[in-house]
């Protein structure tokens, strides 16, 4: 769903997904994902939060803004 969201795509799957409660909590899942991609083990999590750091760099969605704002959120 995430990088849906980000290519503004998202709500074209509104029949497959509860997108109430994922907008309820995105930006906290954008936290966890980049948080739980620092641990060591969580390849592929760095794998997918890289790939989501590129598409918002194409991107200018609201979810790819929140995501940078996540990401800063991280460095920080």
């Known amino acids: 769903m ?6 503004g795509k998202l709500n074209n799957f509104k029949e ?5 409660k994922y907008y309820e909590t995105r930006k906290q899942l ?4 980049i948080d739980f991609s620092q641990r060591p083990e969580a390849t592929s999590a760095r794998d997918c939060v890289k790939q989501f750091t590129a598409l918002t760099e194409e991107e200018q969605t609201e979810a790819a803004e ?5 990401l ?5």
């Not at 954008?30 to 994902?33: E, G, K, P, S, V």
């Not at 929140?66 to 996540?70: C, D, G, I, M, V």
């Not at 800063?72 to 920080?76: A, K, L, V």
């Open 2 to 7: 995430v990088p849906l969201d980000i290519m």
């Open 66 to 70: 929140l995501f940078k704002e996540a």
């Open 72 to 76: 800063e959120s991280q460095d920080g």
């Open 16 to 20: 497959s997904f509860n997108l109430d």
């Open 30 to 33: 954008f936290a966890d994902l």
